[in-house]
Protein backbone atom coordinates (compact mmCIF):
# COMPACT_ATOMS: atom_id res chain seq x y z
CA UNK A 1 0.00 0.00 0.00
CA UNK A 2 1.38 3.51 -1.21
CA UNK A 3 1.68 5.77 2.04
CA UNK A 4 -0.59 8.36 2.06
CA UNK A 5 0.48 12.08 2.50
CA UNK A 6 -1.91 14.92 4.11
CA UNK A 7 -1.59 16.93 1.09
CA UNK A 8 -3.07 14.18 -0.88
CA UNK A 9 -5.86 15.15 0.05
CA UNK A 10 -6.05 18.84 -0.58
CA UNK A 11 -9.59 19.17 -1.99
CA UNK A 12 -11.08 17.40 1.49
CA UNK A 13 -8.94 19.90 3.23
CA UNK A 14 -9.74 23.01 1.14
CA UNK A 15 -13.86 22.02 1.17
CA UNK A 16 -14.33 21.66 4.76
CA UNK A 17 -15.89 23.77 7.50
CA UNK A 18 -14.73 22.18 10.75
CA UNK A 19 -11.21 21.45 11.22
CA UNK A 20 -11.97 19.62 14.43
CA UNK A 21 -14.16 17.12 11.92
CA UNK A 22 -11.60 16.53 9.73
CA UNK A 23 -10.41 12.74 8.68
CA UNK A 24 -7.99 12.37 5.96
CA UNK A 25 -8.86 8.87 4.67
CA UNK A 26 -5.58 6.42 5.83
CA UNK A 27 -4.85 5.35 2.08
CA UNK A 28 -3.96 7.68 -1.22
CA UNK A 29 -6.31 9.38 -3.23
CA UNK A 30 -5.74 6.36 -6.23
CA UNK A 31 -7.17 3.97 -3.65
CA UNK A 32 -10.00 5.68 -3.27
CA UNK A 33 -12.84 3.54 -4.78
CA UNK A 34 -16.37 5.45 -3.46
CA UNK A 35 -17.49 8.23 -2.20
CA UNK A 36 -20.51 9.19 -0.46
CA UNK A 37 -22.25 12.35 0.03
CA UNK A 38 -24.76 12.97 2.76
CA UNK A 39 -26.79 16.34 2.50
CA UNK A 40 -27.22 17.27 6.20
CA UNK A 41 -31.28 19.02 6.50
CA UNK A 42 -33.86 16.72 7.35
CA UNK A 43 -31.77 13.76 5.68
CA UNK A 44 -29.42 13.25 7.96
CA UNK A 45 -30.48 15.47 10.50
CA UNK A 46 -34.00 16.31 11.69
CA UNK A 47 -33.72 19.76 11.55
CA UNK A 48 -36.42 22.43 12.92
CA UNK A 49 -39.32 23.52 10.28
CA UNK A 50 -41.48 25.99 11.18
CA UNK A 51 -44.52 24.46 12.92
CA UNK A 52 -47.35 24.69 10.41
CA UNK A 53 -50.11 24.32 14.02
CA UNK A 54 -48.42 28.00 15.24
CA UNK A 55 -47.69 30.19 12.29
CA UNK A 56 -49.83 31.22 9.03
CA UNK A 57 -48.93 29.53 5.98
CA UNK A 58 -47.90 33.33 4.77
CA UNK A 59 -45.74 33.63 7.30
CA UNK A 60 -44.50 29.78 6.90
CA UNK A 61 -43.73 31.50 3.15
CA UNK A 62 -42.09 34.28 4.48
CA UNK A 63 -39.59 32.87 6.65
CA UNK A 64 -38.98 29.81 4.23
CA UNK A 65 -39.16 31.22 0.64
CA UNK A 66 -38.26 34.76 0.86
CA UNK A 67 -34.77 35.30 1.15
CA UNK A 68 -35.21 38.88 -0.70
CA UNK A 69 -37.39 39.79 1.57
CA UNK A 70 -35.48 39.59 4.27
CA UNK A 71 -32.60 41.28 4.75
CA UNK A 72 -31.53 39.18 8.06
CA UNK A 73 -31.49 36.14 6.08
CA UNK A 74 -34.69 33.23 6.03
CA UNK A 75 -35.41 30.03 8.22
CA UNK A 76 -32.11 28.45 7.30
CA UNK A 77 -29.90 31.13 6.81
CA UNK A 78 -30.30 31.99 10.31
CA UNK A 79 -28.36 31.00 13.22
CA UNK A 80 -30.70 30.43 16.08
CA UNK A 81 -33.50 27.86 14.23
CA UNK A 82 -30.40 25.09 14.21
CA UNK A 83 -28.42 26.31 17.83
CA UNK A 84 -31.82 25.65 19.74
CA UNK A 85 -32.26 22.67 18.08
CA UNK A 86 -28.43 21.60 18.84
CA UNK A 87 -29.04 22.54 22.34
CA UNK A 88 -32.21 20.02 22.65
CA UNK A 89 -30.07 17.45 21.11
CA UNK A 90 -26.93 18.10 23.52
CA UNK A 91 -29.14 18.08 26.58
CA UNK A 92 -30.33 14.33 25.66
CA UNK A 93 -26.78 13.45 24.91
CA UNK A 94 -25.87 14.78 28.48
CA UNK A 95 -28.63 12.94 29.90
CA UNK A 96 -28.22 9.92 28.88
CA UNK A 97 -31.60 8.10 31.41
CA UNK A 98 -33.71 10.26 29.51
CA UNK A 99 -36.69 8.72 28.32
CA UNK A 100 -36.32 10.42 24.55
CA UNK A 101 -33.02 9.06 22.45
CA UNK A 102 -30.96 11.67 21.26
CA UNK A 103 -31.51 9.37 17.72
CA UNK A 104 -35.06 11.12 17.24
CA UNK A 105 -32.70 14.26 15.92
CA UNK A 106 -30.82 11.79 13.46
CA UNK A 107 -31.75 9.43 10.38
CA UNK A 108 -30.63 6.55 12.34
CA UNK A 109 -30.48 4.23 9.16
CA UNK A 110 -28.23 6.54 7.11
CA UNK A 111 -25.73 6.78 10.75
CA UNK A 112 -25.34 3.02 10.47
CA UNK A 113 -24.68 3.42 6.74
CA UNK A 114 -22.09 6.67 7.55
CA UNK A 115 -20.83 3.99 10.28
CA UNK A 116 -20.13 1.39 7.85
CA UNK A 117 -18.93 3.39 5.08
CA UNK A 118 -16.28 4.80 8.12
CA UNK A 119 -14.97 1.10 8.21
CA UNK A 120 -14.07 0.91 4.36
CA UNK A 121 -10.46 2.16 3.96
CA UNK A 122 -11.26 2.55 0.38
CA UNK A 123 -14.90 5.04 0.68
CA UNK A 124 -14.48 8.79 1.07
CA UNK A 125 -18.16 9.85 2.91
CA UNK A 126 -18.89 13.53 3.49
CA UNK A 127 -21.50 15.76 5.15
CA UNK A 128 -22.44 18.47 2.21
CA UNK A 129 -24.83 21.42 3.32
CA UNK A 130 -25.92 24.66 1.64
CA UNK A 131 -25.76 26.17 5.23
CA UNK A 132 -23.26 28.69 4.90
CA UNK A 133 -19.82 28.47 6.63
CA UNK A 134 -19.24 32.05 8.48
CA UNK A 135 -23.11 31.65 10.14
CA UNK A 136 -22.59 27.77 10.75
CA UNK A 137 -19.27 26.64 11.17
CA UNK A 138 -18.75 26.90 15.09
CA UNK A 139 -22.13 25.75 15.98
CA UNK A 140 -21.40 22.25 13.77
CA UNK A 141 -18.21 21.96 15.94
CA UNK A 142 -20.63 21.01 18.37
CA UNK A 143 -21.31 17.78 16.57
CA UNK A 144 -17.91 15.93 17.82
CA UNK A 145 -19.40 15.75 21.54
CA UNK A 146 -22.16 13.35 20.29
CA UNK A 147 -20.83 9.86 20.90
CA UNK A 148 -23.08 8.25 18.53
CA UNK A 149 -21.15 9.96 15.67
CA UNK A 150 -17.74 8.69 16.43
CA UNK A 151 -16.56 5.42 15.39
CA UNK A 152 -16.56 2.46 18.36
CA UNK A 153 -12.80 1.67 18.27
CA UNK A 154 -11.36 4.39 16.84
CA UNK A 155 -13.12 7.43 18.38
CA UNK A 156 -13.01 8.92 15.06
CA UNK A 157 -15.56 10.95 13.52
CA UNK A 158 -17.93 8.86 11.14
CA UNK A 159 -17.69 11.02 7.95
CA UNK A 160 -14.48 12.66 6.15
CA UNK A 161 -14.80 15.99 6.05
CA UNK A 162 -18.49 18.66 7.36
CA UNK A 163 -18.72 20.84 3.83
CA UNK A 164 -20.59 23.90 4.21
CA UNK A 165 -21.33 26.84 1.50
CA UNK A 166 -17.81 28.80 2.05
CA UNK A 167 -17.34 32.43 0.37
CA UNK A 168 -20.36 32.30 -2.25
CA UNK A 169 -23.67 33.67 -3.45
CA UNK A 170 -24.25 30.31 -5.50
CA UNK A 171 -27.35 28.22 -5.05
CA UNK A 172 -27.10 25.52 -2.79
CA UNK A 173 -27.33 23.02 -6.17
CA UNK A 174 -25.02 24.66 -7.81
CA UNK A 175 -22.25 25.16 -5.25
CA UNK A 176 -22.97 21.09 -4.24
CA UNK A 177 -21.62 20.26 -7.90
CA UNK A 178 -18.95 22.28 -7.91
CA UNK A 179 -17.63 20.39 -4.63
CA UNK A 180 -18.96 17.07 -5.83
CA UNK A 181 -17.09 17.85 -9.08
CA UNK A 182 -13.62 18.48 -7.61
CA UNK A 183 -13.70 16.47 -4.93
CA UNK A 184 -13.97 13.19 -8.21
CA UNK A 185 -11.38 15.39 -10.08
CA UNK A 186 -8.93 14.90 -6.89
CA UNK A 187 -9.42 11.70 -5.93
CA UNK A 188 -10.11 10.01 -9.14
CA UNK A 189 -6.36 10.19 -10.06
CA UNK A 190 -6.35 6.97 -11.76
CA UNK A 191 -9.65 5.84 -12.65
CA UNK A 192 -10.10 4.32 -9.39
CA UNK A 193 -13.48 6.04 -8.30
CA UNK A 194 -16.38 3.84 -9.85
CA UNK A 195 -18.74 4.56 -7.02
CA UNK A 196 -20.92 7.79 -6.42
CA UNK A 197 -23.95 7.67 -4.11
CA UNK A 198 -25.85 10.92 -2.95
CA UNK A 199 -28.35 10.37 0.04
CA UNK A 200 -30.92 13.67 -0.43
CA UNK A 201 -34.29 14.72 0.76
CA UNK A 202 -35.35 17.83 -1.56
CA UNK A 203 -37.23 16.02 -4.52
CA UNK A 204 -35.95 18.72 -7.25
CA UNK A 205 -31.99 18.39 -6.02
CA UNK A 206 -32.70 14.51 -6.00
CA UNK A 207 -33.91 15.18 -9.95
CA UNK A 208 -30.95 17.55 -10.64
CA UNK A 209 -28.16 15.41 -9.01
CA UNK A 210 -29.55 12.17 -11.02
CA UNK A 211 -28.75 14.57 -14.26
CA UNK A 212 -25.52 15.10 -12.77
CA UNK A 213 -24.13 11.65 -12.07
CA UNK A 214 -25.46 10.81 -16.19
CA UNK A 215 -23.20 13.27 -17.22
CA UNK A 216 -20.16 12.35 -14.88
CA UNK A 217 -20.99 9.01 -15.94
CA UNK A 218 -20.74 9.49 -19.41
CA UNK A 219 -17.00 10.62 -18.53
CA UNK A 220 -16.65 8.09 -17.07
CA UNK A 221 -17.42 5.56 -19.80
CA UNK A 222 -14.37 6.71 -22.05
CA UNK A 223 -11.78 5.92 -18.88
CA UNK A 224 -13.55 3.58 -17.00
CA UNK A 225 -15.78 0.52 -17.82
CA UNK A 226 -19.60 1.49 -17.94
CA UNK A 227 -19.97 -1.83 -16.27
CA UNK A 228 -18.02 -1.04 -13.06
CA UNK A 229 -19.61 2.43 -12.44
CA UNK A 230 -22.14 3.12 -10.76
CA UNK A 231 -23.59 7.00 -9.85
CA UNK A 232 -26.95 6.48 -7.49
CA UNK A 233 -29.10 9.36 -5.62
CA UNK A 234 -31.12 7.76 -2.87
CA UNK A 235 -33.78 9.75 -2.28
CA UNK A 236 -34.38 9.76 1.66
CA UNK A 237 -37.91 10.75 3.30
CA UNK A 238 -37.18 14.51 4.85
CA UNK A 239 -37.20 14.13 8.73
CA UNK A 240 -37.94 17.39 10.79
CA UNK A 241 -38.46 17.90 14.49
CA UNK A 242 -40.48 21.00 15.96
CA UNK A 243 -39.03 23.49 18.42
CA UNK A 244 -41.08 24.84 21.66
CA UNK A 245 -43.36 27.20 20.58
CA UNK A 246 -42.09 29.61 22.88
CA UNK A 247 -38.41 29.15 21.14
CA UNK A 248 -40.22 29.48 18.04
CA UNK A 249 -41.80 32.35 18.43
CA UNK A 250 -38.62 34.34 19.95
CA UNK A 251 -36.63 33.04 16.86
CA UNK A 252 -38.85 34.74 14.87
CA UNK A 253 -39.36 37.91 16.52
CA UNK A 254 -35.34 38.10 16.61
CA UNK A 255 -35.42 37.47 12.78
CA UNK A 256 -38.05 40.10 12.38
CA UNK A 257 -36.04 42.78 14.55
CA UNK A 258 -33.00 42.40 12.80
CA UNK A 259 -34.38 43.19 9.65
CA UNK A 260 -36.34 45.88 10.77
CA UNK A 261 -32.70 47.25 12.44
CA UNK A 262 -30.76 46.43 9.33
CA UNK A 263 -33.52 48.50 7.29
CA UNK A 264 -33.36 51.30 9.01
CA UNK A 265 -29.95 51.86 9.67
CA UNK A 266 -29.26 51.21 5.70
CA UNK A 267 -31.92 53.45 4.60
CA UNK A 268 -33.55 50.47 2.66
CA UNK A 269 -36.65 52.48 2.02
CA UNK A 270 -38.40 49.94 -0.50
CA UNK A 271 -38.50 47.16 1.93
CA UNK A 272 -41.41 47.04 4.49
CA UNK A 273 -40.84 46.66 8.38
CA UNK A 274 -42.28 43.50 9.64
CA UNK A 275 -44.08 42.89 13.04
CA UNK A 276 -46.10 40.04 14.34
CA UNK A 277 -49.30 39.70 15.25
CA UNK A 278 -51.93 36.98 16.49
CA UNK A 279 -54.94 36.78 14.51
CA UNK A 280 -58.51 36.91 16.15
CA UNK A 281 -59.14 33.80 18.70
CA UNK A 282 -61.23 31.15 17.23
CA UNK A 283 -62.89 28.66 19.56
CA UNK A 284 -64.14 25.16 18.71
CA UNK A 285 -63.46 21.41 18.19
CA UNK A 286 -59.82 21.37 16.44
CA UNK A 287 -58.95 18.86 13.87
CA UNK A 288 -55.07 17.48 14.71
CA UNK A 289 -52.78 19.03 11.95
CA UNK A 290 -52.26 15.85 10.97
CA UNK A 291 -55.53 15.41 8.70
CA UNK A 292 -54.04 14.94 5.34
CA UNK A 293 -54.52 10.98 5.35
CA UNK A 294 -58.06 11.13 6.21
CA UNK A 295 -59.28 13.83 4.40
CA UNK A 296 -57.45 11.65 1.23
CA UNK A 297 -59.58 8.59 2.46
CA UNK A 298 -62.38 10.90 2.23
CA UNK A 299 -61.65 11.93 -1.28
CA UNK A 300 -61.12 9.09 -2.35
CA UNK A 301 -64.71 8.60 -1.89
CA UNK A 302 -66.16 11.30 -3.28
CA UNK A 303 -63.76 10.64 -6.57
CA UNK A 304 -66.35 8.81 -7.44
CA UNK A 305 -69.01 11.05 -7.42
CA UNK A 306 -67.25 14.15 -8.21
CA UNK A 307 -64.37 13.83 -10.64
CA UNK A 308 -64.02 17.87 -11.39
CA UNK A 309 -62.05 18.33 -7.94
CA UNK A 310 -58.67 17.75 -7.87
CA UNK A 311 -57.50 16.50 -4.52
CA UNK A 312 -55.59 19.08 -3.53
CA UNK A 313 -58.56 21.45 -4.18
CA UNK A 314 -60.12 19.58 -1.46
CA UNK A 315 -57.88 19.34 1.09
CA UNK A 316 -57.90 21.96 3.91
CA UNK A 317 -55.02 24.52 5.64
CA UNK A 318 -54.73 24.04 9.68
CA UNK A 319 -56.59 24.86 11.67
CA UNK A 320 -59.62 23.13 10.79
CA UNK A 321 -62.57 23.15 13.07
CA UNK A 322 -66.07 22.80 14.61
CA UNK A 323 -66.77 26.29 15.38
CA UNK A 324 -69.04 26.97 18.56
CA UNK A 325 -68.55 30.82 18.33
CA UNK A 326 -67.69 33.21 16.19
CA UNK A 327 -64.21 33.72 15.14
CA UNK A 328 -62.85 36.77 17.52
CA UNK A 329 -65.35 36.14 20.09
CA UNK A 330 -63.92 35.07 23.38
CA UNK A 331 -66.06 31.77 24.54
CA UNK A 332 -67.27 32.41 28.40
CA UNK A 333 -65.78 30.22 31.31
CA UNK A 334 -69.57 28.83 31.82
CA UNK A 335 -69.77 27.52 28.77
CA UNK A 336 -65.62 25.95 28.35
CA UNK A 337 -66.87 24.48 31.73
CA UNK A 338 -69.96 23.11 30.70
CA UNK A 339 -68.09 21.40 27.82
CA UNK A 340 -65.74 20.03 29.76
CA UNK A 341 -67.53 18.80 32.39
CA UNK A 342 -70.43 17.16 30.08
CA UNK A 343 -72.78 19.90 31.26
CA UNK A 344 -72.87 19.17 35.03
CA UNK A 345 -75.21 21.63 36.46
CA UNK A 346 -72.96 22.12 39.80
CA UNK A 347 -69.72 23.43 37.61
CA UNK A 348 -71.35 26.60 36.19
CA UNK A 349 -70.71 28.52 40.20
CA UNK A 350 -67.45 26.67 40.57
CA UNK A 351 -65.64 29.92 39.97
CA UNK A 352 -61.80 28.27 39.58
CA UNK A 353 -63.43 25.14 37.46
CA UNK A 354 -64.36 27.73 35.11
CA UNK A 355 -61.16 29.78 35.27
CA UNK A 356 -59.00 26.99 35.04
CA UNK A 357 -61.17 25.44 31.89
CA UNK A 358 -60.29 28.33 29.91
CA UNK A 359 -56.87 28.30 30.79
CA UNK A 360 -56.57 24.58 29.58
CA UNK A 361 -58.03 24.66 26.52
CA UNK A 362 -55.49 27.56 25.19
CA UNK A 363 -53.81 26.64 22.11
CA UNK A 364 -50.70 26.49 21.39
CA UNK A 365 -48.79 25.35 23.74
CA UNK A 366 -47.22 21.75 24.57
CA UNK A 367 -48.35 20.25 27.47
CA UNK A 368 -50.40 16.88 27.10
CA UNK A 369 -53.81 17.71 26.34
CA UNK A 370 -56.19 16.57 28.62
CA UNK A 371 -58.48 13.35 28.17
CA UNK A 372 -61.72 15.99 28.62
CA UNK A 373 -61.06 18.05 25.74
CA UNK A 374 -61.03 15.18 23.27
CA UNK A 375 -64.61 14.60 21.43
CA UNK A 376 -64.79 12.44 18.19
CA UNK A 377 -67.23 13.24 15.32
CA UNK A 378 -67.87 11.52 11.49
CA UNK A 379 -67.93 13.40 8.56
CA UNK A 380 -71.76 12.86 7.06
CA UNK A 381 -72.34 15.02 3.98
CA UNK A 382 -69.69 17.86 2.09
CA UNK A 383 -70.48 21.48 0.52
CA UNK A 384 -68.29 22.12 -2.49
CA UNK A 385 -68.86 25.33 -3.49
CA UNK A 386 -65.61 26.29 -5.30
CA UNK A 387 -67.52 28.10 -8.52
CA UNK A 388 -69.48 30.45 -6.12
CA UNK A 389 -68.84 33.64 -6.08
CA UNK A 390 -70.54 34.64 -2.42
CA UNK A 391 -69.82 34.46 0.69
CA UNK A 392 -69.85 30.41 1.16
CA UNK A 393 -67.09 28.73 2.00
CA UNK A 394 -65.08 26.41 -0.49
CA UNK A 395 -65.85 23.28 1.01
CA UNK A 396 -67.68 22.56 4.34
CA UNK A 397 -68.60 19.31 6.40
CA UNK A 398 -71.29 18.01 8.32
CA UNK A 399 -70.32 16.33 11.03
CA UNK A 400 -72.60 14.32 14.06
CA UNK A 401 -70.45 12.83 17.69
CA UNK A 402 -69.61 9.30 17.50
CA UNK A 403 -68.05 6.70 19.83
CA UNK A 404 -67.41 8.66 23.34
CA UNK A 405 -68.39 11.69 22.43
CA UNK A 406 -72.10 10.92 21.44
CA UNK A 407 -74.41 12.38 23.71
CA UNK A 408 -71.97 14.77 25.62
CA UNK A 409 -73.03 18.14 25.78
CA UNK A 410 -71.13 20.01 22.83
CA UNK A 411 -72.71 23.56 23.39
CA UNK A 412 -74.17 23.43 20.16
CA UNK A 413 -77.32 21.72 18.43
CA UNK A 414 -76.21 18.68 16.55
CA UNK A 415 -77.99 19.79 13.38
CA UNK A 416 -75.76 23.12 13.78
CA UNK A 417 -72.28 21.12 13.80
CA UNK A 418 -69.99 21.81 10.64
CA UNK A 419 -66.51 21.35 10.34
CA UNK A 420 -64.87 24.14 8.32
CA UNK A 421 -61.52 25.46 7.35
CA UNK A 422 -59.68 27.56 4.47
CA UNK A 423 -58.71 25.80 1.20
CA UNK A 424 -56.45 27.46 -1.60
CA UNK A 425 -59.13 29.31 -2.50
CA UNK A 426 -59.19 32.90 -2.50
CA UNK A 427 -61.20 34.98 0.65
CA UNK A 428 -61.67 31.39 2.13
CA UNK A 429 -61.11 33.50 5.56
CA UNK A 430 -63.94 35.69 5.27
CA UNK A 431 -66.22 32.93 4.11
CA UNK A 432 -65.27 31.20 6.89
CA UNK A 433 -65.97 34.59 9.56
CA UNK A 434 -69.13 34.76 7.07
CA UNK A 435 -70.26 31.14 7.97
CA UNK A 436 -69.42 31.27 11.70
CA UNK A 437 -71.77 34.48 11.68
CA UNK A 438 -74.40 33.13 10.15
CA UNK A 439 -74.13 29.99 11.78
CA UNK A 440 -74.92 32.24 15.39
CA UNK A 441 -77.65 33.79 13.88
CA UNK A 442 -79.28 32.69 10.99
CA UNK A 443 -78.43 28.50 11.28
CA UNK A 444 -81.26 28.28 9.01
CA UNK A 445 -79.96 30.15 6.29
CA UNK A 446 -77.13 27.18 6.18
CA UNK A 447 -79.00 25.09 5.59
CA UNK A 448 -81.13 26.40 2.55
CA UNK A 449 -78.13 27.94 0.87
CA UNK A 450 -75.53 25.11 0.29
CA UNK A 451 -75.81 21.66 -1.52
CA UNK A 452 -75.25 18.81 0.57
CA UNK A 453 -73.95 15.37 -0.70
CA UNK A 454 -74.44 12.75 1.53
CA UNK A 455 -70.85 10.91 2.37
CA UNK A 456 -71.44 7.19 3.35
CA UNK A 457 -69.05 5.63 6.28
CA UNK A 458 -66.99 9.16 6.10
CA UNK A 459 -64.05 9.69 8.60
CA UNK A 460 -63.66 10.10 11.73
CA UNK A 461 -62.51 13.05 12.69
CA UNK A 462 -60.64 13.24 16.15
CA UNK A 463 -60.61 16.75 17.55
CA UNK A 464 -60.00 19.00 20.99
CA UNK A 465 -61.99 21.42 22.22
CA UNK A 466 -59.94 24.46 22.55
CA UNK A 467 -59.18 28.35 21.83
CA UNK A 468 -56.70 28.87 18.72
CA UNK A 469 -55.21 31.68 17.74
CA UNK A 470 -52.18 31.77 15.03
CA UNK A 471 -48.90 33.56 14.44
CA UNK A 472 -49.06 36.03 11.88
CA UNK A 473 -47.25 39.31 10.42
CA UNK A 474 -48.23 42.68 9.44
CA UNK A 475 -45.87 44.82 7.10
CA UNK A 476 -45.64 48.62 7.51
CA UNK A 477 -43.92 50.21 4.44
CA UNK A 478 -40.42 51.39 4.98
CA UNK A 479 -41.09 54.92 3.75
CA UNK A 480 -43.45 55.30 6.68
CA UNK A 481 -41.44 53.96 9.33
CA UNK A 482 -38.88 56.37 8.00
CA UNK A 483 -40.93 59.67 7.87
CA UNK A 484 -41.76 58.95 11.64
CA UNK A 485 -38.13 58.28 12.52
CA UNK A 486 -37.29 61.82 10.62
CA UNK A 487 -40.54 63.40 12.33
CA UNK A 488 -39.28 62.01 16.15
CA UNK A 489 -35.70 63.93 14.91
MG1 LIG B 1 -32.08 18.66 2.90
Given amino acids: MEECKLNDYECLIQW???????????????????????????????????????????????????RDKLKSGNWWSTLETLEYSFDRCSALCENPTSEISPYIFWNKLLLKSAQLAHKDPTTVSIILTGRKHDTFHKLFERLQYASFLKDDTTNAFIFNAVCLKKNCNMNTFDYKEKVITSL??????????????????????VRQ?????????????????????????????????????????????KMFDNHNKICIEQNLNDLPIFKLKWSGIKSGFFHGVHFTEEFIELDNKLFEKIKKYHPTQILNKYPMYIPITVPGNVLSGRIC???????????????????????????????????????????????????????????????????????????????????????????????????????????????????????????????????????????????????????VQ
Fill in 16 to 66: NSVPDLLNLPKVPPSEIKRLIIYDFDNTLYASPKPNEQLSSPELIELLLNS
Fill in 184 to 205: VESLNIKNNLNEITIYEDRKHH
Fill in 209 to 253: FQAFLTKLSLKASHTVSSASWHGTVVPVAAKNFLLHYEDEIAIIE
Fill in 337 to 487: AQIISNGDPKIIDDKTFCRNSINNMKFPKDSKRNNLLNFIFKITAISLNFESVGKIPSIVYKVIPVGESKGKFIGKKLEDLYLVGKTKAKDDELKEYWFCKTLATEPNLIKQSMNWIDVKDGPIIRTTFGSYSQLDYIKTPGYNFQSENSN
